[in-house]
């Protein structure tokens, strides 16, 4: 038997560091174990760059947790003497029949969010590395920011060792089960970890054998995304590039980010809801296809005039999507004591810091049930 610690984090991409971040400013007595590296590639949290918007059109029941995710993501960046947050404003366009434009500006006027309403010739004055249709409007949010997404996920786990939390990676867990009243934690070494409370944060590696109640829920996608220069001479069109979002008149929703460190060869650019297929790990690091670069660039080419359309880069992340592409949070009916936390569907990486909240606070006793009740599994279970 191995030693016994408090809580075990298990899954260290940005939500488990989050939660491993957060519990550690309340517990000294914590481990956290992931199967890869630091950088993983197989992961959904890898990478340089994500989008934090508060004008959320996906729904007014994200307030409560963008808010609170904001705090932890300012208070985090003031902690670490390099900068992880940049102030690149979003700009969010769609028709006005369309869900982008219309539902951001309720969610904002909601939330007592500031926010502009563009027509296209604005749009285009504001930002004139766009170039969009006249029937298309833009909701700017100054206060959207880019977030360096390596950089806090390792700047978390560095001040959750700082605060006494230890830290396993390359361990990957075979088993946990209870027994006498503890939780046993069995790794592919040998070692078997004892603990009081669990939290399972893999992502798309989190099977059914870990987690019997997400049996079925939890659909892995491989995403290709991609990286574009700008043409000769045209660099600053891109000097106040936002963070952006783009919902077409055929609704494939485009993203976009500025390029906010030297090491990424680009603006990245993605569709959120188009080009994904079932996750192979056998082949999710083969090049993306030739047909996805060629959609992408036409996309990029219609869209931005001074960008190069054919990507310099590209590479592949991973959504794990739930029935509702939202999230979902709780504690298993089957292992009390373990709570889990998955199916972020390619819009999470924003909402980490107040998931690892919430997580930690889940750990010390508070209800889930009672602070994140729109994410609860219980949604899925049929009625009647």
């Known amino acids: 038997m191995g030693r016994k610690y408090s809580a075990v984090v298990i899954g260290l991409g940005i939500v488990g560091s989050a939660t491993l971040w957060r519990l550690s400013t309340r517990q000294t007595n914590i481990l956290g174990i992931d199967a890869g590296a630091p950088i993983n590639r197989l992961g959904s949290s890898y990478g340089g760059s994500r989008i934090f918007r508060q004008a959320y059109w996906e729904g007014t029941q994200y307030l409560p947790l963008l808010s609170q995710a904001n705090d932890f993501w300012q208070e985090l960046e003031a902690s670490c003497d390099h900068p992880l947050l940049w102030r690149s404003g979003g700009l969010f366009i769609g028709s006005q029949s369309s869900g982008v434009v219309p539902k951001s500006a309720a969610t904002a006027r909601a939330g007592g969010i500031d926010y ?47 605060s006494g939390a230890q830290i396993r990676f390359g361990s990957q867990v075979l088993e946990i089960h209870r027994s006498e009243g503890r939780l046993l934690i069995r790794l592919a070494d ?82 959120h809801n188009s080009q994904q297929t079932d996750l192979d790990m056998d082949t999710h690091l083969e090049p993306v296809s030739r047909s996805a670069r060629e959609e992408i660039a036409d996309c990029v080419a219609a869209l931005f005039p001074s960008l190069d359309p054919t990507p310099y880069a590209a590479k592949k992340c991973i959504y794990t999507m739930s029935p509702d592409e939202s999230f979902i949070l709780g504690e298993s009916t089957q292992l009390p004591g373990v709570f889990y936390v998955s199916a972020c569907s390619g819009h999470g990486f924003k909402f980490a810091t107040g998931l690892g909240e919430w997580l930690s606070l889940a750990i010390l006793g508070e209800s889930l049930q009672h602070i994140a009740p729109a994410f609860s599994r219980a949604r899925f279970d049929k009625t009647g």
């Open 190 to 271: 040998g070692e078997t970890v004892e603990t009081e409370r669990v939290v399972l944060a893999t992502g798309s590696t989190l099977t059914d054998s870990l987690i019997p109640d997400l049996a079925g829920l939890l659909r892995p996608k491989s995403v290709p995304i991609y990286w574009f220069k700008p043409k000769p001479g045209s660099a600053d069109s891109f000097k106040n590039f936002p963070a952006f979002l783009y919902e077409r008149s055929d609704s494939r929703l485009l993203y976009g980010t500025p390029q906010i460190t030297e090491t990424e060869p680009g603006i990245k650019i993605g569709f």
């Open 116 to 162: 502009q309403q563009l027509n296209a010739r604005q749009i285009t004055q504001m930002f004139p590395a766009f170039r969009v249709p006249p029937d298309m409007e833009g909701i700017v949010e100054e206060g959207a920011y880019t977030i360096a997404a390596d950089a806090s996920r390792l700047h978390m786990l560095n001040l959750a060792v700082r």
